[in-house]
């Protein structure tokens, strides 16, 4: 019999979690020909989170849950996840009800009968979603997908099943930067997609305001692409190209007509464009000097706090 691990990243979600445990529940009961273990990940709620784990563990011999330290973020918990998990088969769902459980056993048989080794639900739309959110988070997939020559579509988020080819894979991409979707990418294997309808969450409160997402968004472009230094590297040679223009057009129109003092506003426009220019190329060089000064530190990825019996 083949085993089915389903991780479920868990930040303050107390008042979905009991809903989220009945609705998988009720689908894993009717999936024949598979053990299945529920690894919930706490990653450092404040809520009562925990406590809901706890309680599941020793209801459900199924259940099984790792507790961090502190809040650690989505990335590590599905790290921690997938490193934890004995499965055949490993699945990562959100907690807030956003992954429809009903696409479970579709993507149990893409991967078990149909060959692939990763079956992922595509989002569809961005319904529900705030209009400046959608818009900005489109634009970045297409930022991103330009900058990184990989396939990150918009849509494909980390609901998936995967083969435990794949995720050994994935866990031996050890860095500490991590951006899943990039990752997914980056190892590769036949996905099938299944597209679904957006939802809202079942309850509680989405973990990310702008903020949280446009360091999210800078994180996957510098953790996936040297670009922005080409783009640097371009702006630098334009810049010089324009300055002997400048310089030659500007000594031959002073032999002609003689040097008259001026060009005041010039010089200040000048001075203001090229110092900005140079402290955002530094500000990108330091992205990337920053990224690697944290990777070589080599700290873990997450820290465990508690765990029920079984994982580390
Ligand atoms: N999450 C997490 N750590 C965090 C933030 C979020 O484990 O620091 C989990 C959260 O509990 C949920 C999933 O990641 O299960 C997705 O979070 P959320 O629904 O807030 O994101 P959204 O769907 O709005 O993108
Ligand atoms: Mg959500």
């Not at 089915?4 to 529940?25: A, H, M, R, S």
């Not at 001075?271 to 700290?299: P, T």
């Amino acid at each position: 019999m083949d085993k089915l691990t389903v991780i479920v990243p868990c930040y303050n979600e107390e008042e979905v979690l009991p809903v989220f445990y009945q609705e998988v529940k009720k689908v894993l009961d009717r999936m024949e020909g598979t053990e299945t273990e529920l690894l919930f990940i706490d990653d450092g709620s404040k809520d009562n989170t925990l406590k809901i784990l706890r309680m599941l563990d020793t209801c459900d011999e199924r259940c099984r849950y790792i507790a961090f330290s502190r809040n650690f973020g989505k990335e590590a918990a599905m790290y921690a996840g997938l490193e934890q998990a004995k499965g055949d088969y490993c699945v990562i769902m959100d907690a807030d009800l956003q992954h429809p459980p009903a696409l479970l056993p579709e993507m149990y048989r893409a991967v078990k009968q149909e060959g692939f080794d990763c079956c992922a639900g595509f989002r569809k739309d961005r319904n529900g979603e705030g209009c400046i959110r959608s818009f900005l988070s489109k634009a970045f997939y297409k930022v991103i997908q330009k900058m990184s020559h990989m396939n990150m579509e918009d849509g494909a988020g980390d609901f998936r099943m995967m083969s435990r080819k794949m995720v050994d894979s994935i866990l031996a991409c050890k860095e500490y930067n991590r951006y899943m979707k990039g990752i997914f990418t980056f190892v590769g294997f036949d996905t099938k997609w299944i597209p679904f309808e957006n939802v809202e969450r079942a309850a509680g409160k989405t973990k990310w305001g702008f903020k949280s997402l446009f360091r999210y968004a800078l994180d996957g472009i510098f953790s996936f692409s040297t670009t922005p230094i080409t783009i640097a590297a371009v702006a630098g040679v334009l810049l010089f190209v324009l300055s002997l223009v400048y310089g030659i057009g500007t000594g031959i129109h002073t032999l002609i007509f003689g040097n008259k003092v001026s060009g005041y506003t010039t010089i200040v426009c000048l001075i203001l464009f090229l110092n900005g220019i140079q402290l955002l190329v530094i500000s990108v060089l330091g992205e990337y000097i920053s990224k690697n000064y944290m990777e070589s530190k080599g700290r873990p990825i997450y820290i465990v706090k508690e765990s029920s019996k079984g994982s580390a």
